[in-house]
T-cell receptor, first 117, second 117 residues
Framework: AQKITQTQPGMFVQEKEAVTLDCTYD???????LFWYKQPSSGEMIFLIY??????QNATEGRYSLNFQKARKSANLVISASQLGDSAMYFC??????????????FGTGTLLAVQP | GAVVSQHPSRVICKSGTSVKIECRSL??????MFWYRQFPKKSLMLMAT?????????EQGVEKDKFLINHASLTLSTLTVTSAHPEDSSFYIC?????????????FGQGTRLTVV
């Protein structure tokens, strides 16, 4: 079964508008972490935001915020005030268990975001 | 933030030869590193977990004799693609984890685009 599901293969957004990228996950482990990464055409993976399963508040990092709905097992990424440089592939990922840096990440299939001027 | 350096960024090799890819954590020690493979327009698939001082743990379906992993120090893991064939052409990317306070972050190298001709 898919552990991380991103249902939007591609998205368009107008410059300066907000966009939400969907991510749902599946785990029976009470302790987990959720990540969003941006991958431009150069291939590098750029860390955007992190949400721990026990975090009470939704994570925010600048223009990025994570809409964490634990009961629905969703962790959608919201990008406010889109910029042309936001055009890239976006991956949602999950780490299961508590082990911090030693636990592997499971990635979703990604969403290709195109920001239009 | 923490930096992971991967080298080379691009390599072209002849079929039947071996290629070594290096992954270094530049400003922190990483007892565990991860190697991923990414096909064009696809997600990152975990190949193996590299453990300092011990054997790597390979994911199901990954040939350990084909993809040799060595993690001889706390800052260096290498992936050697042995007897490379055109179907091994792909984007390979490593990561190392670091826990900083509440943030559990995986730092990625720049990736290596391997083309086997």
């Amino acid at each position: 079964a898919q552990k991380i599901t991103q249902t939007q293969p591609g998205m368009f957004v107008q410059e300066k508008e907000a966009v939400t990228l969907d991510c749902t996950y599946d785990t029976s482990d009470p302790s987990y972490g959720l990540f969003w990464y941006k991958q431009p055409s150069s291939g590098e993976m750029i860390f955007l935001i992190y949400q721990g399963s026990y975090d009470q508040q939704n994570a925010t990092e600048g223009r990025y915020s994570l809409n964490f709905q634990k009961a629905r097992k969703s962790a959608n990424l919201v990008i406010s005030a889109s910029q042309l440089g936001d055009s890239a592939m976006y991956f949602c990922a999950m780490r299961e268990g508590y082990g911090g840096a030693t636990n592997k990440l499971i990635f979703g299939t990604g969403t290709l975001l195109a920001v239009q001027p | 933030g923490a930096v992971v350096s991967q080298h080379p960024s691009r390599v072209i090799c002849k079929s039947g030869t071996s290629v070594k890819i290096e992954c270094r954590s530049l400003d922190f020690q990483a007892t565990t590193m991860f190697w991923y493979r990414q096909f064009p327009k696809k997600s990152l698939m975990l190949m193996a977990t590299s453990n300092e001082g011990s054997k790597a743990t390979y994911e199901q379906g990954v040939e350990k004799d084909k993809f040799l992993i060595n993690h001889a120090s706390l800052t260096l893991s290498t992936l050697t693609v042995t007897s490379a064939h055109p179907e091994d052409s792909s984007f390979y990317i490593c990561s190392a984890g670091l826990q900083q306070g509440r943030i559990d972050e995986a730092f990625f190298g720049q990736g290596t685009r391997l083309t086997v001709v």
